[in-house]
Nanobody, 111 residues
Framework: QVQLVESGGGLVQAGGSLKLSCTASGIIFSVNAMGWYRQAPGKQRELVAI???????HYADSVKGRFTISRDNAKNTVYLQMSSLKPEDTAVYYC?????WGQGTQVTVSS
């Protein structure tokens, strides 16, 4: 059974930082690309960042230079370090591996 469990969301002021974590089980984590997505109220889910099994990263233009995705294969965990947060970053953030999604973690940025 595949499980992706996100944590680390919360309420932060604009300009602040948060670090999200997603721990996977039931998959061979080290061979999978991992992704972070987000969905704001009334909007479609969008890609935030992905990291391949080799550590190659890709970011949405809206978060480049502010967010950093990383992975620890020994811990089956992918991270999203978010800095210089803006109110428009407010969303539910989801972890994804292959066809599987986590349950999401809420990030709220106040102005």
């Amino acid at each position: 059974q595949v499980q992706l469990v996100e944590s680390g969301g919360g309420l932060v002021q604009a300009g602040g930082s948060l670090k999200l974590s997603c721990t996977a089980s039931g998959i061979i984590f080290s061979v999978n690309a991992m992704g972070w997505y987000r969905q704001a109220p009334g909007k479609q889910r969008e890609l935030v960042a992905i990291i391949t099994r080799l550590g190659i990263t890709h970011y949405a233009d809206s978060v480049k230079g502010r967010f950093t995705i990383s992975r620890d294969n020994a811990k089956n965990t992918v991270y999203l370090q978010m800095s210089s947060l803006k109110p428009e970053d407010t969303a539910v953030y989801y972890c994804k591996s292959d066809l599987f999604w986590g349950q999401g973690t809420q990030v709220t940025v106040s102005s």
